[in-house]
């Protein structure tokens, strides 16, 4: 894989050229900065900013003013390679709060084996409804510890709107879930997100997390995308490099919160 090419494929069609995530979101270049404004319950934050030491600041304002205008809580996504070099630090000076660093890891899907079963007993099975979206809210929070309030809301407007933009799995043994996933599709684009993927703590290191993404990857290949990215923290870091993926940058979350706004 080129990397620099891959990254700047990926820059072009999923951050400066990416479409809005559903019906009711929008994304405006504004200057140096291209931002998404999503519905009720969708995500809020700058994708890209191709920004310089004399207007960074300036920028950053720009975006607190336009989302605590809205009430809005979002999120400045910081990758390693965007500039000026010390931009996180300009966030955390203007209020932001950081999140974790994460991989971005990518995959050409006709390099990846797609063959990865789930462990004995265990089926993959697809969401479609809302107690689906319920389990796999329950799944998030028992595998990352976080409140998934705001994932079931958005993952049930995502199913009752455009399907062919959203794929959520469950893994169940017997009748319990212990792993969830999510595929999401932009139409136009040649990038597929791999998203949520999680297992609860007594089934990990049994073949469930792989079995998710291959399933997904699957989903992808039929689809026609080209590649699928992740944003990889520590324990799937090289669960997704023995599969096959390269890591291409790192990416941070950067979180304003206004006075009184939620984490919508």
Do not use: C
């Amino acid at each position: 894989m080129d990397h620099a090419a891959v990254r700047d494929m990926f820059d072009r069609d999923m951050r400066e050229g990416a479409p809005p995530e559903g019906p009711g979101a929008r994304v405006e270049r504004v200057g140096a900065v291209v931002r998404h404004t999503g519905a009720e319950h969708g995500w809020n934050g700058v994708l890209w900013s191709a920004l310089d030491e004399a207007g960074a600041d300036e920028a950053i304002a720009g975006q607190i003013g336009h989302f605590t205008g809205l009430g809005r809580a979002f999120e400045w996504k910081l990758y390693g390679h965007d500039r000026p070099a010390n931009l996180g630090q300009r966030l955390s000076g203007a209020g932001f709060d950081a999140g974790p660093e994460e991989t971005l890891m990518v995959a050409e899907v006709a390099d990846l084996a797609l063959d990865a079963a789930p462990p004995e007993g265990v089926r993959v099975l697809p969401v479609t409804d809302a107690a689906g979206a319920a389990l796999v809210a329950d799944v998030h929070e028992r595998a990352f510890g976080a409140d998934a309030s705001r994932l079931r809301r958005q993952l049930l407007d995502q199913l009752a709107g455009d399907r062919d933009t959203v794929v959520a799995v469950l893994a169940l043994a017997g009748g319990e879930p212990v792993g969830a996933a999510r595929l999401e599709l932009l139409p136009g684009t040649r990038f597929a997100g791999l998203w949520g993927g999680g297992t609860v703590g007594e089934w990990r290191g049994r073949g469930v997390y792989r079995a998710l993404v291959a399933h997904r990857a699957r989903v992808a290949a039929e689809r026609g995308y080209r590649y699928v990215q992740v944003d990889a923290g520590p324990l799937s870091r090289p669960i997704l490099a023995r599969l096959g993926f390269t890591p291409l940058t790192t990416t941070t979350p950067y979180v304003y919160t206004p006075d009184g706004a939620g984490t919508r």
